[in-house]
């Protein structure tokens, strides 16, 4: 009784506490500085969450945080291995942290359920737009000045430090495009449909390899998925908008210095031979050390990165470290497709996404060190949400669902 008396106290912070993870999310595309405002926000968000309390952590989560744990202690054990502690303190910190937000958002979706999800892929979804007309502005010449925006030779990187992560960061929100523009009213597609194209745009302007995999196996895994549900009808205008996405960005890439500089990037790079001879490295260092070298150790041992979030985590944290991390993945897949059985065509639909988005993170990551990324832990929590439930301090305040992105 007293712990509803609380939460009913609670009730008029919700949409100001909402709207804070909408922010959140929005923040999530300017990373150009540490901590980023989206670290600030979030620190403060699972503080109030805590106390108000606004956050709800169920049964079903410990299966998953055991799990973490296990891959935490992996991370501490091979800190006895490391040559240079200071940065493996640093290193574990960073990880550490990016398990704590998994765990503010999987106590969010527990207490929101949908709501919350949508409020969150709102946030993403505004903050991806953003990022992406830029770069598709400075793509056409807007910009005079516009170095700040880009990376290298000229590829586009937004607020983020690496484009590969820019690109990476841009492919969930348009499969989210894509599943919205099969619902609501023609207008309301038509600017999904936009949406999608432009994110598409920003996408390819990465010059990221990784992110282009990532985005056409996420893209193919949802068309699948679609058929197999049988969402005839939804795949139709989503291969319309592929094909005229195709044709436009034949045209850009043929009339400008794009196109010398993406056929540039589908080549073998000077640099990936290092990737591979480090990789190699890798694989030696396991068989001598099992339990790990420790954290950020590769980059001082190699004198390079693995460039493999699995490398990684096995060289770093060992046997261990890889198995808790994978059983963890693993366990977030499986509760994906079992949410893809659901009843109703839309909650099917939303686990499509899930399963889609997590599938292209988790194949980009065979060639690229995602275990910081922000966005990655993010999506590993939206599994452990509470399909199709809606929480009863949400049916109290007579709105079940809220605040989708629309670009004014």
């Known amino acids: 009784m007293l712990h509803d008396l609380v939460r009913d106290l609670t009730l008029p912070m919700t949409k100001t506490y909402l709207f804070g993870v909408w922010i959140l999310l929005f923040s999530s595309a300017i990373v150009r500085v540490e901590p980023a405002p989206y670290d600030v926000i979030l620190v403060v968000l699972f503080v109030v969450g805590l ?5 709800q952590f169920r049964q079903y989560h410990l299966a998953p945080t055991a799990v973490l744990v296990v891959f935490v202690l992996s991370n501490i054990v091979s800190m006895l291995f490391t040559t240079e502690f200071t940065k493996a303190i640093e290193f574990f910190t960073i990880t550490s942290y990016l398990i704590v937000t998994w765990t503010f958002f999987v106590g969010l979706f527990g207490q929101f ?3 919350g999800v949508e409020i969150a892929w709102s946030g993403y979804v505004g903050a991806a737009i953003v990022s992406a007309a830029i770069a598709l502005l400075i793509a056409v010449g807007f910009f005079v000045d516009a170095q700040w925006f880009l990376w290298g ?4 990187v937004g607020l983020f430090k690496d484009p590969n992560v820019f690109g990476a960061f841009l492919v969930p929100p348009a499969v989210y495009a894509i599943m919205k523009s099969d619902y609501g009213k023609r207008a309301h597609r038509l600017l ?11 996408v390819l302007l990465s010059m990221s390899r990784g992110a282009w995999a990532n985005y056409i196996v996420a893209l193919v895994t949802f068309f699948l998925i679609s058929l197999a549900l049988g969402r005839n009808a939804g795949v139709r205008p989503v291969l319309k908008v592929v094909l005229v996405f195709a044709a436009v960005a034949i045209y850009a890439v043929s009339q400008s210095e794009l196109g010398a500089l993406l056929a540039e990037r589908v080549s073998f790079q000077p640099y990936d031979e290092e990737r591979f001879l480090t990789q190699a490295l890798a694989w030696q260092t396991v068989l ?5 070298i420790g954290p950020g150790q590769s980059e001082i041992l190699f004198q ?10 096995l060289s770093e944290y060992g046997w261990v470290g890889l198995f808790a991390f994978v059983s963890f993945v ?3 897949a499986y509760r994906a497709f079992h949410g893809a059985a659901r009843i109703t065509l839309q909650q099917r639909d939303e686990c ?3 399963v889609s988005v997590l599938c292209g993170a988790l194949f980009n990551s065979l060639f690229i060190d995602s275990l910081h990324w922000r966005h990655l832990w993010f999506l590993l929590a939206l599994p452990w949400c509470a399909f199709g439930r809606v929480p009863q301090r949400v049916l109290r305040e007579g709105r079940e669902s809220t605040l989708s992105y629309h670009p004014r």
Request: net charge positive; no cysteine; aromatic share 12%.
């Open 352 to 354: 499509a996404l899930i």
């Open 153 to 156: 030779e000229g590829r586009a």
């Open 288 to 292: 001598s050390n099992p339990l790990g």
């Open 51 to 55: 106390a108000a309390p606004l956050l």
């Open 304 to 313: 390079y990165a693995t460039h493999s979030l699995y490398l990684r985590i």
């Open 192 to 202: 999904w449909l936009i949406m999608f194209l432009v994110l598409s745009f920003g």
């Open 330 to 332: 693993l366990m977030t």
């Open 113 to 115: 359920g949908k709501r």
